[in-house]
């Protein structure tokens, strides 16, 4: 039995998987902040899955945990999570001490693209080759499976799609690069150019577009040509079978994915190339509750 953990900035989500592939009922906790809680949550979350799964930590055949962050994969190191408060720990080594389970550690991004390659990936009994996952949260990364693995690249950032500029005189990003499509397409990006006291931004700015309101159709229509254009960067670069859109902005749902379709399908109107690649095709929202981080923490664990 495989044990995937997914650590957020907010709350840890775990789920087992046995050798048959099914998967265990969700165990959610609240994170802890810092190195000192955020292992102490991690310890807690086995302590649950053992209980529900029935067997001892140890053996866990292996254990994966997906965290945000920059993460050194190979030897399980998180250099730094600024929104868990963590600079260098060694997550894994410290883990698999006090376990005695080898442990493996992965950004949570990569994590979520193998477990949604893992239960998305199959249309009509075939798995599909390649698949893009964006996380549209926050900020915007994304994850990228080809032939079954993370494309990781040399410096562990494919994928960090969010930090490519495309508007040469936009808004500095927190990146300190200028025009970055995470200031168009992201939590961060609806936050700055949709003020309001709900405390659902981006539901808010959908609904009140949905109303007619001309403002809010611009704001919607802008974050929406960002997602797109996330979507048309991905395919035109790795060219993966299948973009899903994740995160929280994924919640969403068909609003999300119908004027992201709309969108690709208006440029492929007006170019001959990008109809022959039917982009609007390639691309779907994940179902709200899928547990695309935690599997594929699971599945990192065996790596």
Known sequence: MKLGIDIGGTKTAAVAIGADGELS?????????????????????????????????????????GIPGAVDASTGRVA??????????????????????????ENDVKAA???????LGVADGVRADSMAYVNFGTGLAAGIVQHGELLRGAY??????????????????GCGQRGCLETFASGLAIARTWPTEHPLPARDLFDRAAAGEPHAVEVRERFLTGVATAVRLLVLTVDVDIVVIGGGLSALGDELLEGTRRILESWAAESAFLASIDLAQRVKVIPVGFPAAAVGAALVGEL
Do not use: W, Y
């Open 25 to 65: 009922d969700q165990v959610k906790m609240p994170t802890g902040f810092g190195a000192d809680e955020v292992l102490a949550t991690a310890f807690r979350t086995v302590e649950r899955m053992s209980e529900i799964a029935g067997v001892e930590a140890s053996e866990f055949v292996s254990i994966g945990i």
């Open 80 to 105: 730094h999570a600024v929104n868990l408060g963590l600079k260098g720990l060694d997550l894994g080594p410290r883990l698999e001490d006090r376990l005695g389970v080898s442990v493996r550690v």
């Open 113 to 119: 693209a193998l477990g949604a390659h893992h239960l």
């Open 156 to 173: 562990g950032v494919a994928g960090e799609i969010g930090h490519i500029p495309v508007d040469p005189a936009g808004i500095v990003c």
